[in-house]
């Protein structure tokens, strides 16, 4: 048996009065995904149970089979497994987001799509000034501070401890994408370590003003990084093997290190596709041509496409139905076409997490999948879109419980 799941990041939505009162995934035209439905079942499934924040990092677990209420300890070290950045016992990874905030208000949580040139640049600029060893009042020293570059304006700061470290569960740090135009004062980090946490976001300010990689993008008429943003902050988490689990060997595809790191931390294989951006210009034909590759030598391939959550982010709904009509042209309809190929096989299509339009924010709540293949009778239902689901008797409260359904 062949599997394949394709991941529609944030694609699940709100009705939109600009679509005459359908969602993107509604106003799609998405033949690919609707013929899916027609072969097999429309469901639904909740993959952020609270109250854990409704995010990839918690979603993907979730969706890959794994009860995030037990196994989750933050977003960061997820993302190291993928930038190969390695997490010994007390260690602490934190996100380190370049982000540009203006009059006191999250203005653009990526820095206007910044480059990892120009992020490098800047993340190697924090290291030479905050980097290196944190010491208490008296002179102790308590640990390490070490900055990462990874892609644009995704970054992480690793905590190396020698000491008990400062953070707890019970430190709390808000997500700049779910900030948008919103005062950043009453969302800067609390709790246990949340003063060396505010220290370093504030002593970035100074450091990125000047810097030539900043002042370079202003005279170009790009938008600078003013500052960095810390949060996302845990432990090396543990996990099973996925193969252990379900006997199947599973492959990676993604652009976006979180959801690479939750894919080689089960144990499935990374497969890179150098023109994939994980923004709304990626090579979605690439990824297919990767896909089908890989099912060559995988029981399952995973494809994700960051697309759809960036442009809810951005507010563009006219962005968001495009990028669903890429995913189904390009990479659902040649997994539909390829898959029988290789013999049984199963497709599943479903976005991690809802980001509504209107917030520019992710959400609770539960999110429209469709599975289709060898063993999967129809439903009848001949779309597959968020109203479908809702009226599907297929649905899952607890969303880990899905892979089962869609396996076995």
Not at 106 to 132: P, V, Y
Not at 336 to 350: A, N, T, Y
Request: proline fraction near 7%; hydrophobic fraction near 40%; charge should be negative.
């Amino acid at each position: 048996m062949k599997y394949v799941i394709v991941i529609p990041d944030g694609c699940a939505d709100e009705p939109q009065d600009s679509l005459g009162g359908k969602t993107p995934l509604q106003a799609a035209r998405t033949p690919a995904m609707d013929r899916a439905a027609q072969m097999g079942q429309v469901g639904a499934s909740n993959n952020v149970p609270q109250p854990l924040t409704p995010a990839s990092d918690v979603a993907t677990l979730s969706l890959f089979g794994y009860d995030p209420l037990e196994v989750y300890t933050g977003r960061a070290p997820l993302e190291t497994v993928a930038m190969g950045i390695q997490l010994k016992p007390g260690d602490w990874a934190i996100r380190c987001n370049l982000v540009h905030v203006a009059d006191g208000l999250m203005k653009d949580f990526t820095a206007g799509h910044i480059s990892s040139e120009d992020g490098k640049a800047l993340i190697h600029a924090l290291e030479a000034s905050l980097g290196g060893e944190v010491k208490s009042e008296t002179g102790e020293i308590m640990g390490r501070l070490e900055f990462f570059p990874g892609v644009s304006y995704r970054n992480i700061l690793v905590y190396r401890a020698n000491r008990p470290v400062p953070f707890t569960k019970e430190t709390r740090t808000q997500p700049p994408h779910d900030i948008p135009d919103q005062p950043v004062l009453g969302h800067l980090p609390t709790g246990p370590g949340n003063v060396l946490l505010r220290n370093l976001m504030e002593k970035s300010k100074p450091i990125f003003h000047c810097h030539p990689a900043n002042q370079a993008r202003i005279s170009q008429g790009k938008t600078p990084a003013t500052q960095c943003w810390l949060w996302g902050q845990g432990s090396a988490p543990i996990l099973k093997n996925f193969k252990d689990l379900h006997s199947i060997q599973g492959a990676i595809i993604s652009a976006v290190d979180l959801v690479r790191g939750v894919g080689m931390l089960i144990g499935w294989n990374r497969i890179d596709v150098p023109t994939a951006t994980g923004y709304l210009d990626t090579d979605y034909a690439a990824k297919a041509k990767y896909m089908i590759e890989a099912l060559k030598n995988h029981d399952l391939v995973c494809v994700h496409v960051e697309a759809p959550d960036e442009a809810s982010h951005e507010g563009r709904v006219d962005a968001k139905v495009k990028s669903l009509e890429e995913i189904d042209r390009h990479i659902v309809g040649p997994a539909l076409e390829e898959l029988p190929k290789f013999g049984d096989w199963r497709i599943l299509v479903s976005p991690d997490h809802q980001t509504h339009l209107r917030t520019r924010a992710h959400s609770y709540g539960h999110v429209p999948f469709v599975m289709a293949g060898t063993g999967i009778p129809s439903f009848g239902q001949s779309t597959y879109d968020e109203a479908v689901a809702a009226a599907s008797s297929l649905s899952f409260d607890k969303g880990h419980h899905l892979i089962n359904r869609f396996l076995k």
